[in-house]
């Protein structure tokens, strides 16, 4: 008879594995901090000239000499930029049912009461994406598509940071990584030297530190798939 | 039945679905998660495809598991939730064989 401490066993390394597809795909945030630290990292690089130049003649807040205080990256940055989310996107979902899913798919349990906070959270959370949208309408309306979009970079940001600090929520590394990325897509084509500075080299370092702590789960996710492996193969006959 | 030792009551009155040790694994997997997919539950459960298959259908035929079949593009996968009676009669079981155990084997 098999002991209760094998049933328990396997009732935790199901738990585990369905985790990992549900919500703790390491490598995910491994790929999405790469991508944002990356295209931060780049958008910073080239518009490094422009920034030094405005810092130095203490125009951070006056704006650039044009009078507009935007940065203007190339055609190209401002593409790759707003490419980013949706290959962080389908790079995610591929890799979670993929990957994460090798031995089979695994649906977790649901969370049947949500508790008070969690609820908070995603109340809290709706209505930042709601007052993206208004604001993104408010400034597409009153300044143009160009001001839309700055608003919505900056509000994207300020929703990803916020985001970023309940990353142990399910799947809230992904959430706030991907907000991230559109707020990058967003500065990329309307960015204020006041806010690009800070926010970008904010984002870079969150995007490492997101995936190293996605490199940690990858391995215990590693780990995992070792146990899983061990077990013992399935009969050869049926009895 | 009527003739057995009434020390030996609570035994034979175990639930025989659930006490045959692979359909006590499927049925413990299943219970881990919301829902799970053959290729899974044949891997941790160390049975053959006929012999998961058999013990499914006997635990479905006594309600204690619903079985979901969809496509995955040209693929069949067949996935499986415990229902609530099953999630009743694993508990039942548990408390059962608990009780069986002598005190100090007790947790």
């Not at chain 1, 949500?114 to 408010?138: H, K, Q, S």
């Not at chain 2, 829902?35 to 479905?60: A, D, I, M, P, Y």
């Not at chain 2, 309600?63 to 499986?80: D, H, M």
Request: aromatic fraction near 10%.
């Amino acid at each position: 008879m098999r002991s209760e401490k094998a049933c328990e066993k396997m009732a935790e390394l199901t738990k585990r594995y369905a985790a990992y597809g549900a919500e703790r795909g390491g490598l995910v945030a491994l790929c999405g901090g790469l991508l944002l630290g990356g295209i931060s990292a780049l958008g910073t690089w080239w518009s490094s000239d422009v920034v030094a130049l405005n810092l130095s003649a203490w125009r951070a807040f006056y704006g650039n000499p044009d009078g507009r205080g935007d940065i203007l990256l190339p055609l190209w940055l401002r593409l790759t930029a707003w490419v980013m989310p949706f290959l962080f996107l389908a790079v995610s979902a591929w890799l979670r049912h993929r990957l994460y899913m090798g031995f089979g798919r695994v649906k977790a349990l649901e969370v049947k009461q949500p508790t008070p906070n969690i609820r908070i959270y995603w109340g809290g959370f709706l209505a930042i994406v709601l007052a993206i949208l208004i604001a993104m309408g408010f400034g597409a309306f009153k300044g143009g598509n160009a001001a839309g979009l700055r608003l919505l970079g900056e509000c994207c940001v300020g929703a990803g940071f916020v985001g970023a600090v309940r990353v142990r929520q399910p799947r809230g590394d992904e959430m706030a990584l991907l907000l991230l990325l559109w707020g990058n897509a967003g500065f990329s084509f309307a960015g204020t030297i006041w806010l690009w500075v800070p926010s970008s080299w904010l984002m870079a370092l969150f995007g490492l530190i997101l995936a190293i702590r996605g490199l940690f789960q990858h391995r215990a996710f590693l780990e995992l798939r070792r146990e899983l492996e061990a077990l013992d193969p399935p009969e050869a006959a049926d009895v | 039945m009527s003739d057995a030792n009434p020390d030996l009551q609570p035994i034979l009155t175990l639930d025989r679905t659930v006490h045959e040790p692979s359909r006590l694994a499927i049925l413990t997997v299943l219970s881990a998660a919301e829902e799970v997919e053959f290729l899974f539950l044949q891997r941790v459960t160390g049975l053959s495809k006929g012999n998961l298959s058999s013990h499914t259908q006997k635990l479905e035929g006594a309600g204690y598991l619903e079985t979901v079949k969809a496509f995955r593009g040209r693929i069949p996968v067949t996935s499986f939730r415990i229902t609530d009676d099953g999630k009743v009669a694993l508990k039942a079981y548990h408390k059962q064989l608990r009780a069986l155990l002598p005190e100090e084997k007790k947790r």
